[in-house]
């Protein structure tokens, strides 16, 4: 990491000449390093603080209070109930906890003054360990590097910790544990010894028999084989749209013996902030799911493209609570220190902002992409440099030709109709049109003369369109596929009279969720084209529900076609449909965002960090 240092302080202090193809001058550019994203061992590595051992949360460093379990011979993190307000009930109640009583605060992080003055001091007492026996080899490697680097200690966050490993592992050992997955599950003979040792939740301990095995009683969320059938017929069937999610179903083991095998960490994201609210709806104990479902809101709130700041004060007190309640349901080798780390994500979204500027997707994903260059395994770093090398040339020699076209056709330029026109409203413009063109002087434009004469009787069909930054196919592409993209949402301005007083028309929102049959194109003239989405739609009656998770379900059988079922391509926005587990036929909706949009609210951004922390 030396070199990346060294050039990262020459670009601080000195900068580089670079020159503004915008105004055809040049400036000195200089560059900051704002944090450091990892895995969490590599957070070890980078940062010089041990994820090891009675200290492995670095956020709670010294404070850190962790238990080793005899039995399960592991360290757990049962203490989260310092984050609790001083008089909440749980704080004394020794029974469902590790039983002990909670008086502390929560710890403090340490700002970067207070880091590097424990790390000077730390290269102080070993240099001296050094002198004293020079028999011992030289090689500190405890401080972090990157406190080179004169502005690092004033940084907010200098290492992140990583959303997408940890909701990996929370995900895993949520599945795992209420699967009785093998390997990942934490509830067995050891964790339920360990609850008799903590002398908490008595009903759990186990029970010696005659025959000289022991009986497990069984667990509140503990799912016998028709629950574990149902949880994984559930997600087999489910289908996502194109680009959104890889095939879960490839994952998903029914018969003989129900199983999850084989999930990747977008796998694991996908299930924790979509699938899996939906799938324990009608499975687990009211107070099991709705903690669980509380934790996956959680990361899914944390997980949001734009947020209001204002809003991650809450989430931080929110996640002090979900902890403190599951412990109260699973056993305590489920705490490791994966479990632990979620309470501190709210803290970090608030200093650093989205999560998608700090986790290893995109990281990840490049870094694929830079392993597919290699084709000399024994010289993998000259193969990765032609490789991108080759890629940059390419993409300059394309993006010149297709800057020399548009300058050859600037008059096919593409336009996009906003409006749609009803047949009384082109019946009319048409007469309007015809009627005055003589009267106007040239002042209707040909756009308007080509609306006036209406679209061309022959229209094109598509099964697929791609707009919004969606893919949508129509319904009857999807029989033999694996994805769903038929899924569209409507959200519609739409007005109503009153009872009281019928002259007074009341407008307001309403949701249209529908499922996409037909993709029309309509013609007019040589240049101008309206895309159509011809749906099936529900807004209200009975056929739509809300429960008390605040989850839509749908029910889409014997639907009859509205007056109105076309809507302009450009108002849709897509949804997919999860096969409800309560109710038999009905969906579940579960609303999408495209990957590269992104909402960026002016209200909600904040110009001063200092004055929100």
Request: glycine share 4%.
């Amino acid at each position: 990491m030396q070199p990346l240092v060294d050039e990262l302080k020459e670009l601080w202090d000195t900068g580089v000449n670079t020159y503004d193809a915008s105004t055809k001058s040049y400036f000195t550019l200089r560059v900051s390093l704002l944090w450091k994203v990892s895995d969490f061992p590599a957070y070890a590595n980078l940062s010089g603080w041990s994820t090891k051992g009675k200290l492995a949360c670095p956020s709670c460093h010294k404070e850190t209070r962790l238990t080793r379990l005899s039995n399960s011979y592991k360290e757990i993190f049962m203490v989260h109930r310092c984050w609790l307000e001083l008089l909440h009930p749980f704080r004394m109640d020794k029974d469902s906890f590790d039983g002990t009583e909670e008086r502390e605060g929560p710890p403090r992080s340490l700002t970067g003054e207070q880091v590097l003055a424990e790390l000077k001091g730390f290269e102080i007492k070993f240099r001296k360990l050094v002198k004293d026996n020079p028999s011992l080899p030289y090689n500190w490697k405890k401080r972090s590097i990157f406190f080179q680097l004169p502005y690092w200690k004033n940084n907010f966050i200098r290492h992140n910790i990583d959303v997408m490993h940890t909701e990996k592992n929370v995900c895993d050992s949520h599945i795992g544990t209420l699967m009785n997955i093998d390997r990942k599950t934490k509830d067995h003979l050891k964790g339920r010894r360990d609850l008799e040792e903590m002398g908490i939740r008595h009903e759990l301990h186990p029970e010696p028999l005659s025959n000289g095995k022991v009986y497990l009683p069984p667990a509140c969320f503990e799912m016998d084989k028709k629950e574990k059938e149902k949880f994984c017929n559930v997600l087999k069937e489910v289908k996502v749209p194109d680009g959104y999610a890889a095939n879960i179903s490839r994952c998903i083991q029914v018969k003989p013996t129900p199983k999850m095998l084989g999930l990747k960490s977008h796998d694991n994201h996908i299930l924790m902030q979509q699938l899996l609210p939906v799938v324990i709806r009608n499975i687990l104990p009211k107070h099991v799911r709705s903690v669980i479902m509380k934790l996956c809101r959680y990361y899914r709130q944390l997980c949001s493209k734009f947020f209001n700041p204002k809003d991650l004060f809450n989430m931080e007190k929110d996640i002090g609570k979900i902890p403190c309640d599951l412990e109260r349901i699973f056993p305590p080798s489920f705490f490791d220190v994966m479990i632990h780390l979620s309470v501190h994500l709210a803290s970090e979204a608030r200093l650093g902002r989205p999560v998608h500027y700090r986790w290893m997707y995109p990281i990840e994903r490049y870094l694929g992409t830079i392993k597919s260059y290699v084709r000399n395994k024994s010289k993998h770093e000259g193969s990765i440099a032609e490789g991108y090398l080759a890629e940059e040339c390419l993409s300059f020699c394309s993006r010149e030709h297709l800057n020399i076209l548009s300058h050859q056709n600037s008059k096919k330029r593409k336009h996009d109709i906003q409006h749609l026109h009803s047949q009384e409203f082109e019946e009319w413009l048409s007469d309007y049109v015809d009627e005055d063109m003589t009267s106007w002087d040239n002042r209707i434009t040909s756009d308007i003369e080509t609306l006036a004469n209406g679209p061309s009787e022959v229209v094109k069909k598509y099964k697929g369109y791609i707009i919004n930054g969606f893919r949508f196919h129509i319904k009857d592409v999807e029989k033999n596929r694996t994805t769903q993209n038929s899924g569209v949402i409507l959200q519609a301005l739409t007005s109503s009279f009153s009872s009281a007083r019928y002259n007074d028309p009341i407008v307001g929102d309403v949701t249209y969720y529908g499922v996409l049959k037909d993709i029309i194109e309509l013609q007019y003239g040589d240049e101008k084209k309206v895309v159509l989405f011809h749906c099936d739609w529900i807004s209200s009656g009975s056929r739509i529900k809300v429960d008390e998770n605040g989850f839509t379900t749908l029910d889409f059988r014997g639907l009859k076609q509205t007056k109105e079922p076309y809507i302009l391509a450009s108002q849709a926005q897509q949804v997919f449909y999860v096969a409800d587990p309560v109710h038999k036929d009905w969906k579940v909706v579960i609303k999408t965002t495209p990957r590269d949009n992104f909402d960026m609210d002016e209200q909600i951004c904040i110009d001063d960090v200092e004055t929100h922390l």
